[in-house]
């Protein structure tokens, strides 16, 4: 236990941990937000750009029509189907939130296809921080 001469000594202690802990928390949100952020494919072409994506489960993918082409996602394997409007321009977007492996394709052109992996997100962590402490009354 540690004993202060001033409660301006307790204060400045308890101020500096309140910051650490406020500073820490933002930094696990800040890599959780970033690994979940949107991430972007491109169906060109007759093409998906790139071919290999992974994420991590809460992110949002995005496919945008770059080509002049007909096109649509389609899920063919994977934890959950998902399929797209047939469209030529525009984007579609969908949050991945089962982790596992898709094998998703454009049912119009045979070999437009690629993978997605999605990982599962990370355990969210909650520290838990008790201050003590003890003022010792000035001796008269």
């Known amino acids: 236990m540690m004993k ?3 409660s ?3 204060r400045r202690l308890a ?4 910051a650490l802990l406020v500073v820490g928390a ?9 690994a979940a952020g949107p991430k972007t494919v491109s169906l060109g072409d007759n093409l998906f750009k790139p071919t290999k994506v992974t994420v991590t489960a ?9 080509g002049g082409n007909t096109h649509n996602v389609t899920v063919v ?6 399929h797209s409007a047939d469209q030529a321009t525009g984007t579609y977007s ?37 201050t003590t402490t003890t003022t010792t009354p000035p001796s008269s």
Not at 15 to 18: D, P
Not at 77 to 82: A, L, R, V, Y
């Open 58 to 66: 809460g992110t949002t993918v995005t496919w945008k029509w770059t």
């Open 94 to 130: 969908h949050r991945m939130i089962k982790p596992g492996t898709y094998k998703i394709v454009c049912t119009f052109h045979p070999g437009m296809d690629m993978t997605l992996k999605v990982k599962k997100a990370p355990p969210s962590t909650t520290t838990t921080t008790t």
């Open 77 to 82: 394997s994977g934890p959950e189907k998902f």
């Open 26 to 34: 933002l930094a696990v949100a800040a890599g959780v937000a970033a």
């Open 15 to 18: 101020v500096a941990a309140a």
């Open 4 to 6: 202060f001469r001033s």
């Open 8 to 10: 301006r000594g307790a």
